[in-house]
């Protein structure tokens, strides 16, 4: 299996390399500084979400509710300022619904045992109804006044590289520290490599599922908070856009396998990077926005076909209640 996943490791970097140098040599522009921290900065939010949804697998999970998560606490953020809250306040009640809405996904999870996909596909559905029917006067909450100073988290620089950049490599370094060197990281990759035998070792796997999920919302809530600053406004209806998919895709693609236990940080900065790549070159080309997600369709697919072979599920790992 060892040689397996690097196997896989190895074929996605010679794909993004091969993409790389094809792009640099058919398409003007694209090896520029300018386009290169463009094509960085534009996929760090993807890059957080994915560091988030790389947790969840890990442990044998999937959370589909992360865009929800990304819209609709970073949003409350800019409405509560709007109709006058101080700063403080609103990331504080953001971030106690973030974490609420993490517990109620891991507890109907791990204790209510219902499936993973279907829980996040539902309270997903509920968070973001409930942003719009509750919290919002409009689809697009935006910056006002009282969130002066706080767009440098999205607009800043810092010694000629865009903040989100640097964001993301922080988040990378701080999630790849909580996987490979704390406790809880060993619980999460235990419980997703075998969670009968992690629980008959007295690891205690409902905790830990709680706390993937909660670990999720609170990652995706930084990343909307990240893309909140970067346009100076939140557009709440992007839950009804096919950004999940891209994060599945970098997950998968980067490959963390399915099945669970496997996979780290750097699967997700190669994914990240394989995706950004792609999409720039995309872009630069002028290719639609619907031939865009023909394409990553094609290759999440090819993905998903490709870790079925590559991670296979057996006896333990085959159980569709798992995600």
Not at 25 to 51: C, D, E, Y
Not at 92 to 100: D, G, K, P, T
Not at 204 to 229: D, E, H, K, N, W
Request: aromatic fraction near 8%; hydrophobic fraction near 55%; glycine fraction near 12%.
């Amino acid at each position: 299996m060892a040689l397996s996943r690097v196997s896989q490791q190895g074929i996605v970097l010679g794909i993004f390399a091969v993409m790389f140098v094809a792009f640099v040599v058919f398409l003007p522009g694209f090896f520029t500084t300018a386009n290169m921290l463009t094509l960085l900065q534009n996929v760090s939010v993807l890059g957080i979400l994915g560091l988030a949804m790389a947790i969840v697998v890990i442990g044998r999970g999937i959370d589909i509710s992360l865009i929800a998560v990304l819209a609709v606490p970073p949003g409350l953020v800019l409405q509560m300022v709007q109709d006058g809250s101080s700063l403080p306040a609103a990331l504080s009640v953001a971030l106690l619904l973030a974490v609420a809405f993490g517990v109620f996904n891991g507890w109907l999870i791990a204790y209510a045992e219902v499936p993973a996909l279907f829980t996040t596909l539902a309270s997903g559905l509920f968070l973001a109804g409930f942003g719009q029917a509750a919290l919002f006067s409009l689809d697009v909450v935006q910056w006002s006044p009282g969130m002066q100073g706080f767009e440098w988290l999205g607009q800043g620089r810092l010694l000629g590289v865009p903040l989100p950049i640097i964001v993301f490599a922080l988040a990378c370094l701080l999630v790849a520290f909580l996987l490979r060197s704390t406790r809880p990281g060993a619980y999460i990759y235990a419980v997703g490599d075998n969670p009968n035998t992690a629980r008959v070792t007295g690891i205690p796997t409902r905790p830990i599922i709680v706390l993937q999920y909660v670990l999720a919302a609170l990652i995706g809530c930084f990343a909307g908070l990240v893309m909140a600053s970067s346009v100076n406004s939140m557009p709440t209806r992007i839950f009804n856009s096919t950004m999940i998919y891209d994060v599945i895709l970098v997950v998968v693609l980067g490959g963390i396998g399915l099945s669970g236990g496997r996979g780290g940080v750097l699967n997700v900065v190669i994914g990240t990077l394989l995706i950004g790549t792609m999409l720039n070159g995309m872009t630069i080309m002028d290719v639609s926005y619907s031939g865009q997600n023909l394409v990553k369709g094609v290759v999440l697919l090819i993905a998903v076909i490709a870790d079925s072979f590559v991670n296979p599920r057996n006896e333990e790992t085959a159980q569709q209640g798992d995600i």
